[in-house]
């Protein structure tokens, strides 16, 4: 008897690239058995062509997409992609319990005292994470989602312009707790700190749901921009730069301007890292994080992982979804961008959600 199977493809449009993968679910879809990735590509794009997660130069970014295509060879044309900026809105939210569809209907009312823009400017969701009974009744307890809808539509022109088909719009956040939080880390409380050009998501999980969402406006492109800045060189050589110099490494005396930039950056962004796992803890304290994740390109920076852990004073891990899938011979060169490749991989298993 042949085994049905389904291809997906998730695709990430980054600040600095746009990234694809291809998974292969057996039959019963995500969690069944085991994947596989079959395909992985990424092409760099040009700076100023994505800016904040949401496309800004469109027929740019369309050529790129066109560029990914030819160059992964991927099967379909059907795409899931991501949001994830400071215009999307991730906050706890408690209902009167009712079915999943009853309380979508009901978000627009809820967002009216919840969000800055106008109601029918955004694109609404509700992701449940558990239920109770108090004093009213049985209620729903979940994450209202709002994103404004100008940077959903952006993103889906630009697909659209390269004559692929997004079929799920999912939130960042969520691809990175299904690409990161399986298997023993699905019965922990853990954070998730994807790092990347100028984006850093930080994704509280507890017992597999995300908890607690926060988009911060920066990332690895702000360090090399202080490298640039502190030097007064190119932006290339200061991304060159940065990485030969790190954190906490030595360095040439020359360079003590650039070590100083990037250690005052880095420290900048684990604070905010630092502050977020604090509010968490002091609405949550019988589920303190136990551990970190960390993902994205930006994270590959030399030391930065232990400045990390001893910031927050927690075991510091770096994210492989490539642990959790097999590994097809056509998408071996995967392997080299493990960090980078958690989102698209999170956004193709949202076929599921």
């Known amino acids: 008897m042949t085994v049905a199977k389904t291809r997906v493809v998730g695709l990430d449009i980054g600040t600095s690239a746009v990234r694809a993968a291809e ?16 395909r992985f590509a990424e092409i ?10 949401e496309v800004v130069e469109t027929s740019t970014v ?25 215009r999307v809105i991730v906050r706890d939210l408690e209902l009167p319990w009712m079915p999943l569809a009853a309380i979508r209907k009901t978000l627009p009312f809820q967002a009216q005292e919840l969000l800055p823009v106008a109601v029918d400017s955004a694109l609404l969701d509700f992701y449940p994470t558990g239920e109770s009974v108090n004093e009213t009744g049985r209620v729903a307890q979940g994450l209202f989602v709002a994103a404004v809808r ?13 004559g692929l088909t997004p079929e799920i719009v999912d939130l960042n956040a969520f691809a990175l707790t299904r690409a990161l939080v399986q298997q023993d880390l699905a019965q922990r409380t853990v954070g998730i700190v994807e790092i990347g050009a100028r984006i850093t ?3 509280i999980v507890s017992q597999g749901k995300p908890r607690l969402v926060r988009y911060l406006a920066q990332g690895g492109d702000n360090i090399t921009d202080g490298v640039a800045s502190a030097l007064r060189t190119t932006q290339v050589e200061a991304e060159r730069l940065k990485r030969e110099i790190g954190i906490g490494h030595g360095f040439n005396p020359e360079l003590a301007p650039a070590a100083q930039s990037i250690t005052h950056v880095s420290t900048t962004l684990v604070e905010a890292v630092r502050g977020t796992l604090g ?21 590959m920076l030399p030391g930065l992982g232990q400045f990390v852990a001893s910031a927050t004073r927690l075991p510091v ?3 492989s979804p490539l642990q959790h899938l097999d590994v ?10 493990d960090s980078r490749i958690a989102l698209p991989v999170g956004l193709a298993y949202g076929v599921a959600s």
């Open 150 to 162: 100008e940077t959903v539509t952006q993103n889906v022109l630009a697909c659209e312009a390269a």
């Open 44 to 53: 760099t794009l040009p700076v100023g062509a994505v800016r904040d997660g």
């Open 62 to 86: 369309a050529g790129a997409l066109r560029q990914l295509w030819q160059k992964g060879g991927f099967s379909s044309k059907k795409v899931n992609i991501g949001v994830g900026n400071q």
């Open 201 to 203: 998501t930080i994704v």
């Open 279 to 299: 509010y968490f803890a002091q609405s949550n304290p019988q589920t303190p994080v136990e551990t970190l994740i960390l993902a994205g390109g930006a994270v």
């Open 317 to 319: 891990a770096l994210g």
């Open 23 to 38: 998974i292969e679910f057996g039959s019963g879809g995500p969690g069944a058995s085991r994947a596989t990735l079959h």
């Open 328 to 337: 097809a011979r056509t998408a071996t060169d995967a392997r080299a961008v």
